[in-house]
């Protein structure tokens, strides 16, 4: 009771207003440095780089019916699942969100958001809303523009598969699955910059973990970003030898216990880096 | 209670892994400009980051007008502080420095500029606000670093070597600055290596060695402590040597030595007080012509020397 009675206290309490703008005055600035910055290229060529791959394919292949488009389709499922997914919007989500903090600690400017009048848990809640908001537009932007490529030269029949049939449900599947992923992903990695200084170590541990976690039990698979992503993703790709590793779900859940899974499992983990960074001091030098 | 407008260090001490920061420090700060001294190594950037939460105490506490940094909403509103870092975020002219800094304090967009534009003001930058921070001076980087701690008027502001790289007219811009402010019933709490313009407008100075203070106080209450350095005082005078014989069959003067232009001379005495009553007496006696009275050693470069050891001024 008493708990209940000051935990809505400070609801009532809480100056809302002065932390909203806060965190947009955060979120402006990190986005604004996620998007211009020089280090970004990179990212825009991982996202990009399929573009190449379809727009070859457009260019090359003369043959557009049905039997075409069906593959096609389990290609473009390949494409975003083992290449964006796994590959892509993995290394283009640490890069972005391990640079974060590590970025200001290296560049010596983090000591102005500690000196500021900010609650340390609100800036990274606002350093790790404006990675997610990037990273999601990058990627966002590249699977629509695979979409639309892929689909551009059926002409009226891939007009229709879209608007007519599944093809825009597909699209919005993609991109809700492209939002969760720098979602789950960027919390990982903007709690591991707060622990460990080099990113490459934890992150070859989540590649490992998130390529191996149908053998691992049923518990520990919810514990992976993948686990929830696989089966939120509209086409569902052949289990054929060594694929089936990547493509199988071992025990399935639906949309509606995935999508809240992968929300919870971020929200845990970014508990755990709000945690961190208010033990976190300015020490440049031992950087 | 009355600690609620101090900055007090309660047996603070601060180890980097088996690195002594600084150790067993404590310290009450009153309103006014206090002046930390010491050499490379000695703790006084340690001291500050402390004082404003970048690093935490391995043992005690700190508090800042009865505030600590686990309240950062209250705490920096409150305090400005200058670190010694001349590093900025990548790509920002001077101005939206200053604008973004203040943006992220949750200020109306109107509000910044007004506080950009008379911090900006103050320092002297406004003709190369709008130039990229990246092309600065160093003494201009350092100035609109300055800029940024005082834009939000806080009421305790920590300046860690705010003189390092600024030129002459610059450096006296900011020490009026600095006592401006200090005047103001700021507290401003100051490192810096040069000592004689530090002296000029320290009401506290704290001398540290080591990770350890070494004196704290008043620059006359503590050269009154430094008991070994018998206290120089310069007279100017009619008949020195009159004064000077006086003097000689007292226990507490050591040395009293007469001016090469015969106008005066200096005495080095262990009890400064008694010194002072002495020479009014004789004064009236001897019906001395008294033209001025001053202690010579009795600034912050003296007391370097006689409580840290080497020369200020090389610090």
Same mark, same amino acid.
Not at chain 1, 28 to 44: D, Q
Not at chain 1, 76 to 104: N, S, V
């Given at each position: 009771m008493t708990t209940l009675t000051s935990a809505r206290q400070f609801f009532r309490e809480a @100056?809302?207003?002065?932390? &909203? *703008?806060?965190?947009l005055a955060i979120m402006g600035i990190e986005v604004r440095k996620n998007f211009l910055t020089r280090r970004s290229i990179w990212i825009y060529l991982v996202a990009l780089g399929p573009l190449v791959l379809i727009g070859g394919h457009d260019f090359l292949d003369t043959r557009w019916d049905a039997e075409q488009m069906r593959r096609d389709t389990e290609i473009l499922a390949g494409i975003f699942q083992l290449y964006y997914l796994r590959l892509g919007m993995f290394f283009g989500c640490m890069?972005? #969100? +391990?640079?974060? #903090?590590?970025?200001?600690?290296?560049?010596?400017?983090?000591?102005?958001?500690?000196? !500021? @009048?900010?609650?340390?848990?609100?800036?990274?809640? *606002?350093? #790790?809303? !404006?990675? +997610?908001?990037? *990273? &999601?537009?990058?990627?966002?932007? *590249?699977? #629509?523009?695979?979409?639309?490529?892929?689909?551009? @030269?059926?002409?009226?029949?891939?007009? !229709?598969?879209?608007?007519s049939g599944p093809g825009l449900g597909h699209l919005a599947a993609y991109l809700g699955v492209t939002g969760l992923a720098c979602l789950g992903y960027g919390a990982i990695f903007i709690a591991f910059s707060l622990v460990i200084r080099n990113p490459i170590i934890p992150g070859a541990f989540v590649l490992l973990w998130e390529t191996f976690h149908p053998v691992f039990p049923s518990l520990l698979q919810k514990l992976s970003v993948m686990f929830y992503l696989k089966q939120l993703c509209p086409v569902a790709i052949a289990p054929e030898g060594m694929m089936a590793l990547f493509t199988v779900v071992a025990a399935p859940v639906s949309a509606w216990i995935a999508v809240p899974g992968l929300i919870l499992l971020s929200a845990a983990i970014m508990v755990f880096a709000c945690t961190r960074i208010r033990h976190t001091e300015i020490n440049y030098l031992a950087d | 209670m009355t600690q609620d407008n101090k900055i007090v260090?309660?047996?603070?001490?601060?180890?980097?892994?088996?690195? %002594?920061g600084v150790n067993h420090v404590n310290l009450v700060l009153p309103p006014g400009v206090t002046s930390l001294v010491g050499p490379n190594g000695s703790g006084k950037t340690t001291l500050m980051n402390l004082l404003t939460g970048l690093v935490r105490p391995t043992q005690g506490s700190v508090t800042v007008l009865g505030l600590t940094p686990n309240d950062p909403e209250e705490f920096f509103r409150r305090v400005g502080y200058c670190a010694q870092f001349d590093s900025f975020p990548k790509g920002v002219t001077g101005y939206e420095f200053i604008f973004q800094s203040l943006r992220v304090r949750g200020l109306h967009t109107p509000e910044? $500029?007004?506080?950009?534009r008379? /911090?900006?003001?103050?320092?002297? %930058?406004?003709?190369? /606000?709008?130039?990229r921070v990246a092309g600065y001076s160093k003494g201009m980087r350092q100035r609109i670093r300055l800029a940024q701690s005082i834009a939000h008027h806080p009421t305790v502001l920590v300046l860690d070597e705010p003189l390092n790289g600024l030129d002459p007219m610059a450096r006296a811009e900011s020490i009026a %600055?600095?006592? /401006?402010?200090?005047?103001?019933?700021? $507290?401003?709490v100051i490192s810096s290596h040069? %000592? $004689?313009e530090v002296d000029k407008i320290s009401d506290h100075v704290v001398f540290m060695s080591y990770g350890y203070v070494v004196a704290e106080g008043k620059i006359h209450g503590v050269r009154s402590e430094v008991k070994e350095h018998p206290m120089q005082i310069l007279v100017r005078c009619s008949k020195p040597s009159v004064l000077a014989s006086k003097l000689f069959s007292q226990d507490h003067v050591v040395e009293a030595k007469l001016n090469d232009d015969g106008k005066g001379l200096l005495v080095r005495t262990q009890d400064a007080d008694q010194f002072y009553l002495l020479l009014n007496q004789i004064v009236l006696q001897e019906d001395l012509a008294l033209e001025a009275v001053a202690p010579a050693d009795d600034d912050v470069n003296s007391l370097y020397q006689y409580l840290i050891g080497s020369d200020g001024a090389s610090v």
């Amino acid at each position: 009771m008493t708990t209940l009675t000051s935990a809505r206290q400070f609801f009532r309490e809480a @100056p809302w207003q002065q932390w &909203t *703008a806060q965190l947009l005055a955060i979120m402006g600035i990190e986005v604004r440095k996620n998007f211009l910055t020089r280090r970004s290229i990179w990212i825009y060529l991982v996202a990009l780089g399929p573009l190449v791959l379809i727009g070859g394919h457009d260019f090359l292949d003369t043959r557009w019916d049905a039997e075409q488009m069906r593959r096609d389709t389990e290609i473009l499922a390949g494409i975003f699942q083992l290449y964006y997914l796994r590959l892509g919007m993995f290394f283009g989500c640490m890069g972005l #969100f +391990t640079w974060l #903090f590590r970025g200001e600690v290296v560049e010596k400017s983090l000591h102005y958001y500690f000196l !500021a @009048p900010v609650r340390r848990e609100l800036l990274v809640l *606002a350093k #790790f809303l !404006a990675g +997610t908001v990037s *990273a &999601t537009i990058i990627f966002g932007v *590249a699977v #629509f523009l695979s979409f639309v490529l892929l689909y551009l @030269p059926y002409g009226e029949s891939g007009r !229709a598969f879209v608007f007519s049939g599944p093809g825009l449900g597909h699209l919005a599947a993609y991109l809700g699955v492209t939002g969760l992923a720098c979602l789950g992903y960027g919390a990982i990695f903007i709690a591991f910059s707060l622990v460990i200084r080099n990113p490459i170590i934890p992150g070859a541990f989540v590649l490992l973990w998130e390529t191996f976690h149908p053998v691992f039990p049923s518990l520990l698979q919810k514990l992976s970003v993948m686990f929830y992503l696989k089966q939120l993703c509209p086409v569902a790709i052949a289990p054929e030898g060594m694929m089936a590793l990547f493509t199988v779900v071992a025990a399935p859940v639906s949309a509606w216990i995935a999508v809240p899974g992968l929300i919870l499992l971020s929200a845990a983990i970014m508990v755990f880096a709000c945690t961190r960074i208010r033990h976190t001091e300015i020490n440049y030098l031992a950087d | 209670m009355t600690q609620d407008n101090k900055i007090v260090f309660e047996n603070v001490s601060k180890f980097y892994g088996e690195v %002594l920061g600084v150790n067993h420090v404590n310290l009450v700060l009153p309103p006014g400009v206090t002046s930390l001294v010491g050499p490379n190594g000695s703790g006084k950037t340690t001291l500050m980051n402390l004082l404003t939460g970048l690093v935490r105490p391995t043992q005690g506490s700190v508090t800042v007008l009865g505030l600590t940094p686990n309240d950062p909403e209250e705490f920096f509103r409150r305090v400005g502080y200058c670190a010694q870092f001349d590093s900025f975020p990548k790509g920002v002219t001077g101005y939206e420095f200053i604008f973004q800094s203040l943006r992220v304090r949750g200020l109306h967009t109107p509000e910044c $500029h007004r506080l950009t534009r008379e /911090a900006i003001e103050r320092v002297s %930058l406004g003709d190369a /606000a709008g130039r990229r921070v990246a092309g600065y001076s160093k003494g201009m980087r350092q100035r609109i670093r300055l800029a940024q701690s005082i834009a939000h008027h806080p009421t305790v502001l920590v300046l860690d070597e705010p003189l390092n790289g600024l030129d002459p007219m610059a450096r006296a811009e900011s020490i009026a %600055l600095f006592e /401006a402010l200090g005047k103001e019933g700021l $507290h401003v709490v100051i490192s810096s290596h040069v %000592l $004689h313009e530090v002296d000029k407008i320290s009401d506290h100075v704290v001398f540290m060695s080591y990770g350890y203070v070494v004196a704290e106080g008043k620059i006359h209450g503590v050269r009154s402590e430094v008991k070994e350095h018998p206290m120089q005082i310069l007279v100017r005078c009619s008949k020195p040597s009159v004064l000077a014989s006086k003097l000689f069959s007292q226990d507490h003067v050591v040395e009293a030595k007469l001016n090469d232009d015969g106008k005066g001379l200096l005495v080095r005495t262990q009890d400064a007080d008694q010194f002072y009553l002495l020479l009014n007496q004789i004064v009236l006696q001897e019906d001395l012509a008294l033209e001025a009275v001053a202690p010579a050693d009795d600034d912050v470069n003296s007391l370097y020397q006689y409580l840290i050891g080497s020369d200020g001024a090389s610090v």
